[in-house]
Structure formats: C-alpha cells, structure tokens
C-alpha cells in the first residue's frame, strides 16, 4: 500500500523564478488536496480536487499559484514568479469518498526562495 | 479570532506521564474531528477520527470530543521519548481541513 508521494522533496529557488511541484496520490483515491504551512504554524488549505475538477480555492491562493490533476491522477502545482513569502512546507493529502474521508498526506516539499 | 485555538507549547513531561493536549474551536458547522502527528520535516501522519461527542480510544492514544463545549483532546497514557512531535488537531465541516497551530511535545527519558 503506497502513500501519497510529493516530488521535489525539497526546492531552493531565486526570487522571481518559477516552480513546479507534484503529489501522486493514493491510488483510487478521487479526492486530492493542498495545503501550505510555514513555521510554527498548522496546514492551511489552499485548494481541491475532485478527480480532474477543482472544486474549492482558498484566497491564499494567488494568481501566481495554479494547479491541475489533468487526468484525475497526479497533481501538480506551480508557482509563478516566486516572493520570499512563498518560502513554506507544500502538503498534498488525498482521500476517498466514502463519508469519513479520511485525509492521508504526503512527505511535503519545502520550499525557500531567496 | 481563529476558527481553532491550540497551545503552541512546547509540552515537556517525563516518560511515562500522562499527557493532555487541547484544541477549542468556533465553528459549529465542523463535524470531524481528527488528530495528527508531525515529526519535524515531515508530513502529517493521522492518528485519530472522531464523528461524534464522546471518548475513542486506541491503543495508549484516547481521543474526546465535547461538542457542547466546541473542545477536544487527545490523551496520551505511558508516554516515550518516540512520541517526542508535534501534534495538531484538525477538523472539517465538509471538505477542507481545518488545523489549529500544533503543540510540540517532549519527552524525555
């Protein structure tokens, strides 16, 4: 049973630079979720998709972020023109749809932009 | 205010105490109720889910739920240095988690 995996694990960007991370999910799990967190402080939802569709977006999301799950499988997000504020934690999480909807998360990836 | 309060610590209890964690909320609407554990750069691990008011218990974790009070905890019997992270408390109304900021606990031997 494989979990949810995040790749890069860690990034290291310069300010104004893009980037690109990506979440596989749980296989068969439809639901596929992300969530920023910084120091000190707990997850905070950015957005979600159900299989291909997304769903709901968090105001934290700017327009520099975009994310898809083309096929209803993988995800990616992006990050254009990267600010020292982005620099965080990037969680994905994935869950059925079964009622409970338990969300399982991956390793992260963190990001500094200098 | 935010919709989920929880004591930053850090917590700091020899091994084998007792250890009581926190969370108070605001938002009615929030029916699940979840624990999870992060050890450092990791990503959170689910430790436990709770529908309704009441006590669930699992292993040496026990997990209460007062919605009356909008108050949860998470009980921790014989504790060891491995349960050493921090741990957050997490809810939902209907599909985004909600977090609060996460309690760092220590345990020493």
């Known amino acids: 049973d494989t979990g949810v995996s995040q790749d890069p694990r860690h990034k290291i960007t310069k300010r104004g630079q893009n980037v690109t991370f990506r979440c596989d999910p749980i296989s068969e799990h439809n639901r596929l979720y992300w969530y920023r967190q910084t120091l000190g402080q707990g997850p905070e939802f950015l957005t979600y998709f159900q299989n291909e569709a997304q769903l709901e977006k968090s105001r934290l999301l700017s327009d520099r972020f975009s994310a898809e799950r083309p096929k209803g499988s993988f995800s990616t997000l992006e990050i254009q023109r990267t600010e020292q504020g982005d620099s965080a934690m990037y969680l994905c999480a994935s869950s059925r749809v079964d009622g409970r909807e338990t969300q399982y998360f991956g390793p992260g990836t963190r990001l500094l932009v200098l | ?109």
Not at chain 2, 2 to 26: H, M, R
Not at chain 2, 45 to 69: C, H, I, P
């Open chain 2, 1 to 109: 205010q935010k919709e989920v309060e929880q004591d930053p610590g850090p917590l700091s209890v020899p091994e084998g105490a007792i250890v009581s964690l926190n969370c108070t909320y605001s938002n009615s609407a929030f029916q699940y109720f979840m624990w999870y554990r992060q050890y450092s750069r990791k990503g959170p691990e689910l430790l436990m889910y709770t529908y309704s008011s009441g006590n669930k218990e699992d292993g040496r974790f026990t997990a209460q739920v007062d919605k009356s009070s909008k108050y949860i905890s998470l009980f921790i019997r014989d504790s060891q240095p491995s349960d050493s992270a921090t741990y957050l408390c997490a809810m939902r109304g209907f599909q985004k988690l909600v977090f609060g900021t996460g309690t760092r606990l220590l345990v020493s031997p």
